[in-house]
């Protein structure tokens, strides 16, 4: 292994039990080591997403063997590689889709779910990059294959998904329409590249849309959600479309769900979560991110909309504010530096 000097303990965030906020607690503990085929990174930037809020809650444990402290997206330096890694060395800046550990200031990854730093994009940036790009890639334009010319509606357009959702719609060609709530963040869905915002507090988003696809439905849905909007997904859905399930905020459960309208429209209805993807299919998502997205970002494109920056010590309140819904694109944790 090759590494540069480094501090022999860190700060970590833990959950010391399931729970509210509260329970994300400081420790210090040991910097770990990189094995074969894992870096280790000296943390600039870290980011905070909803499957950190539901593991915190006992709702997303992570898998056996991987390391249970959330964080789950960096950005940073390395300063240690393990045996077999060849694309980076010592000195790199990298951000990346983390196996647990983020929260921290070292973590160890795999390397082949690194990437460099965009050209021009800062470390807080760049941390906001890789969980809802991975998410959003491998939904979208994997499972979905969405191409140019494809409609698609968004809900939830000013979240971390949302939001990436939206401008990567907009990079590749696709007419976006998007819900939210309020007069300011459906102003922000706009902003984001979506052609028709919906306030679902007092819009029906099944009519709206059906009026802006001239009466055909959309071809593609992406959803956070869940099961409170399953049978209303399937009317505002086209014919031959797809509903991606990739959040359950509105339930895990949908009921009464009328299966003619599955058949009828020969839907397809499919869902996914990152951390139950192999490590070779995580490598293969960021393989097409660095060949078709990085070129976007290092030219000023597709940037995600950073909300708020905490201290990493104050992972609690960026929690708090995750769950209140009140903001704007990522929120992002800086350890000290």
Known sequence: ??????????????????????????RTVAVPTPRDREILVRVEAAGVNRPDVMQREGKYPMPPGVNPTPGLEIAGEIVAVGHGVTQFAIGDRVCGLTEGGGYAEYCVMPAAQALPLPDGVDAVHAAAIPETFFTVWANLFGI??????????VHGGTSGIGSTALMLAEEFGLRACATDTGPDKCHAVLELGAERAIDFGEENFVDVVHDWSGGNGVD??????????LTRNLEALAKDGTILLIGFLGGETAEKVNLLDIALKRAKLTGSTMRSRSAQEKASVADDLRDKVWPALSAGRCLPKIHEVFPLERAADAHRLMESGSHVGKIVLRPPS
């Open 1 to 26: 292994m090759n590494e540069a000097p480094t501090p022999n303990e860190m700060t970590e965030i833990v959950i010391s039990r399931p729970g509210g906020p509260d329970v994300l607690q400081p």
């Open 144 to 153: 979905a294959s969405a191409s140019k010319g494809a409609t698609l509606l």
């Open 220 to 229: 593609i849905i992406l959803d956070i959600v869940g099961g409170a909007y």
